[in-house]
C-alpha cells in the first residue's frame, strides 16, 4: 500500500503541470480556430460576381477601421462592406449555431443522426414563410422572416407537448419531432402547390433551401448575439452533456437534473435554430455533420467538442457559402444545396469510418 | 450512517412493485439482493438511489430524507452500476471513469489534481489502470463492467448499488468482479441472481419476492431448502460447508 | 318487427333510385349555329404553331385562355361571347376591357387542373407560357388533340419550335412581331382578320407614338421584376430586353440568356445601371412587390441605396404585364416615353 502511496504522490506532483499545460493546449487551439476563422473571412470576401480586386477589398477594410482614407468607389465599398462582410459573419454565425445545436441534439437524444431541424422547426418555419409570403397572412407588417420564426416556434411547441402527452422521454421527443415535421411539411406543399404562381415559387424556393442572399449587419448583431449565447449556455452544460453518455438513468445518477436539463437545452436549440432559419432559410447538413467531423477531431467531451464545432461550422460555412456565390455567378446558388452538396461525401466518408471499425 | 430503506413502497402504473421493503445495510457490508425476475430488485435499487420517488416509506441518506437531498450531494454519496449501460460514443476508459467527477465539479471547470487522483485509483483498483486508453466498442463484457465501477468508484461514493453486473459475464470474469466488489471498503448492495455466488460473496442476503422481503439476514441462516423451494420453485440442497464458511446449493434435475 | 322495418326501407330506396332514373335524358344541345364570322377563314386552316400542327374546322365557339396575356387579346378582338373560362391572372383586367370580361366565367386565379378546363366544355384551348402544356402543367397539347380540342401557344413564348417558358431557352431575340403575329393568328382563327387587323394596326401606331423621339442613346438600364433577397431581372434576349432595344437602353444583363434570371444585389450593384426599371406587381404577396416597397427597400438598403440610380431616383414603374410580350407591352412603351419626356435632360 505505502509504495502505491508513493507512486500516486509522485504522479500527483507532476498533475498540475500537465492539466495547466492541457488547457494552456486547449486555449491556444481556440485561438488559432478564431484566427483561422478570421482569415477565412477576409479570403471570403473577396470572391463574388462584382468584379473587385484584392487591393480595392484590402482598401476598404482599412478605411473602415479607421486605419487609412483611400478613396474607393462608393458601390465596390457598398459591395465589400455591406454585402459580403456581413453576410460572411452571418454564415459563420449560422455554423457556429447550427453545429452547435447538432451536437446538443445528438448527445442529448443519444442519436448520431440527430440535427437541429429535428424538433421541426425546419418545416415550422417554411410553413410560416410561406404562409406569410403566399398566402399573405399577417398583412406586410410581419416580414418573411418574422413569419418563420413563429411557425418555427409553433412547431416546436405542438412537439414539446406531443411528447409530454405521450409520456415524455427523449425517445418520444424524437417520434413527436419526426411527426411535426411530416405535419409542417406537408402544409408548406399544400400552400405552395395551392396557392402559390410559378414567380412565388421561384422566390419561396431559394429561401426553403438556404439562402444568404439580403443579409444586412442587424442581422448579424442577431445570430451573434444568439449564437454567442448559446455557445455560453452549452459550455455550462458542457458536463451534463458528457453523463448523457450512458444514457438517462447513469446521467441522473451522476447527479444531473435530466428533465431540466433536457428542457433547457431543447428550448436553447429551438431559439438558435429558430433564430438562425428565419434569417438564412433552412440550411441542412451543417447540424447534422459537423459535429461528427469535430468529433474525429478532438473527441467527444463536449468541454472540446463545443467550441471545435463551433469554430469549424464557421469556417466550413463561410466557404460554402462564398462558394455558392460564385459557382453559377452571377446567378446565385442557395447555401443550402453548397451544404449538402460538400456535406453528403462527407458524410459518406464519416459513415464508412464506422462502419469499418464495427 | 448509510442508506437506509423504511417500509419503502413503489407503484409503477398501478403496479405495487416495492412493497414495504425495509433495507439497513451495515457500512461496509456487502448486502445481496436475491428473488426471481420481477421481484422488485432493480426498482428496489432505483428507488435507493433516488431515481424514482417511493410512494410509501422513507429512504434515508446519514438520517436525512433522500427527496430532500440535493441531486450532486445524493451521487457524491452513492454510486449505481446498471446491467445494460451502453453507448455509441467513442469514448475511452478513463473519460468513461472521468465522468464519475462529474458530482464533483462544477460549471465549467475542467480537472482538477483531486480528480485525476480519484480516476488514477479507481483504474487501478479495477485493473484498467493500463487500459485508459482504449475505447468503448473494443471492450469485452468484462471489461466494459469493470469501466462502468471504475466510474462508480470514482464517485468515491460510500455506497455502491449494483443490478446483476454479472450477468452478461463468463465465470472466469463474474468471480474476478465479486472479489473486487468484496474487497471495497464502501457498503455494496448488489441484485444477483446465481444463489452459490450470493452465498460466497455476500455478508448478508436479503430475499424479494413480489416487492416484499421474505428473508433477510446471513446466508447460512437465510438460503434454506425450503426458501428456495417456496421462492424459485425449484428443489435444492443445501450444505453448509464449514471449511469454507458458507452454504453451498446444489440443483437437482 | 326490425326486419319488416328494413325491408321496406330497401323497397323505398329502390323505388327513388328508380324513379330519379326516369327523367328524361339530359338534351344534347345541337350545335348552336355559328357566330357569323366575316367569312375571310378558308376552314380547315392549318397552322404551325410552336412545332405543333394545328387544324382548325371551323371558327371555336368556345374557347378557354388558360394566362391573361392571351385572354386580353380575345377581348380585345371582340370575341368575350366566345370565351368560356380564363385563368392566370397576374393582374386586375385592362380597363377599357373590364365590361367584356365580366361575363366571362374564371376558372381559376393561378393555373386551372385539365378536369376544370374540360368541364367548361371547351373546343379551343389558347395559352400565353408554355408551362400549362407540360406534364405536371394544364395538360399536354396531345391530351387536348385527344378530345378534339385544337390548342394554340403565344408565338412570344416560342423560340425555333420550343416554348421558352415551358423549358427552352431563346436563341434569337424576342420581336413586337411576334405579337402581332399572334394577333393576326387568332384573327385568322375566330374569322375576324379585320379586326385582328385593326388592333394590329392600333398598337403598331401607339408604338410608334411611344417611341418618337425616344432615344435613350445606350443609358443603361436593369428590370427589376421583384423579390429583394434574389432580385429577378430581365435578361438578354425577352421582353425586357425588347423594351430597351426599342428605345435605346442598354440592359446592364443582356448577356444572360434566360429571359428573367435570378441574380444577386452585389451583381446588379455592381454593373451600375443609370436607370432602373421596377415591376409594380398587383399581387402583392411578396415582400417588395409593390412599387412603394420596392422603392422604400431600394432607397433604405445600406447596399443598394449606394447606386447611382437611387440616389438620383431614376425608376420607371411597369405593371407586371407591361414587362410581358402582351398587349399592354405598348403601354409599357408609352410610360417609358412619358418619363423620357420628363427626365431627358438628366441623363
Redesign the interface.
Known sequence: MTS?DTV?NS??AR??AS?AR??TITGLLVLAGVILLLVSVGMAITL?????LLVNVRDIVANHLGVTDIPVK??????VW???LPRAFVAAACGAGLGLCGVIMQSLL?N?LADPFILGISSGASTGAVAI??L?LGG?SI??SGGAFIGALVAFGLVLLLSRLSGGGTDRVVLAGVASTQLFSALTSLIIFA??????T??VM??LLG?L??V??DDVALCAIVVVAGSILC??Y???L??F???E??A??????VARTRAILLIATALITATLVSVAGAIGFVGLVLPHAA?LLV???H?RLIPATAIIGAIFMVWVDAGS?VAF????LPVGVGTALVGVPVFIALLARRRK?? | MTLHAEHVSWNRGGALVVDGVTLRPEPGQTVGLLGPNGSGKSSLL?VL?G?VKPTAGLVTLDGVDLASV???????S???V?QH????????VR??VR??R??H?S??S????AD??AV??AL?HVGLADQAGRLW?TLSGGERQRA?IARALA?EPRELLLDEPTNHLDIRHQLELLDLVCALPVTTVIAIHDLNLAAMYCDTVVVLRAGRVVAAGAPGEVLTAALIADVYGVVAEVTLDSRRGHPVITFTR | MHQRAAISLVLAAALAVGLSACGASEAVEPESTAAAGQGATDYPLTLDNCGTEVTIDAAPQRVVSLDQNSTEILLSLGLEDRMVGTA?W?DPVLDSLADANADVPRLAD??PTYEVVLGADPDFVTASFG?HFNEGGVAPRERFAETGVASYLSPTDCDNGTSINGGGTRTTPLTIDALYQEITEMGEVFDVSDRAAALVADLKARAAKATEGVDFDGTTVAFW??????P?VGGGLGSAALLASTTGLDNVFGE?EDDW???????L??R?PQVLVLGDLQ?????GDRLD?KVAFLES???TK??DAVRNQRYIALHGAELNPSIRFVDGLEKIKAWWVEHEDEL
Open positions: 502505491g500516486m504522479d500527483t498533475r498540475p492539466r492541457r488547457a463574388g460576381p462584382a468584379d473587385i462608393l458601390s465596390k465599398d457598398a459591395i455591406e454585402e459580403r443519444r448520431p409570403g403566399i399573405g406586410a416580414g418573411l396557392f402559390a404562381d410559378s414567380d412565388e421561384r422566390g431559394f429561401w439562402s442572399e439580403g444586412r449587419w459550455l455550462r458542457a458536463h451534463a458528457d453523463a453518455a450512458f444514457g438513468d447513469v441522473a445518477s451522476l447527479g444531473i437534473h468529433r473527441g467527444p467531451r468541454g456565390r455567378s452571377p446567378t446565385p471499425r464495427a | 432505483r438511489h431515481l440535493g441531486r450532486r450531494r445524493i451521487a457524491r452513492v454510486a449505481s446498471t449501460a451502453d453507448t455509441d460514443v467513442d469514448i475511452t473519460d468513461i465522468l464519475g462529474i458530482p465539479r460549471g465549467l475542467g480537472n482538477t489534481a485525476e487522483t488514477d485509483r487501478a466498442h462502468q464517485q | 392566370s397576374t393561378n393555373a408551362r421584376f421583384a423579390d429583394t433577397k434574389t429577378y444572360l434570371p435570378a441574380t444577386t444585389w452585389e451583381d450593384v455592381d451600375d399581387r402583392d404577396r411578396f415582400p416597397d438598403d445600406p447596399l449606394t447606386m
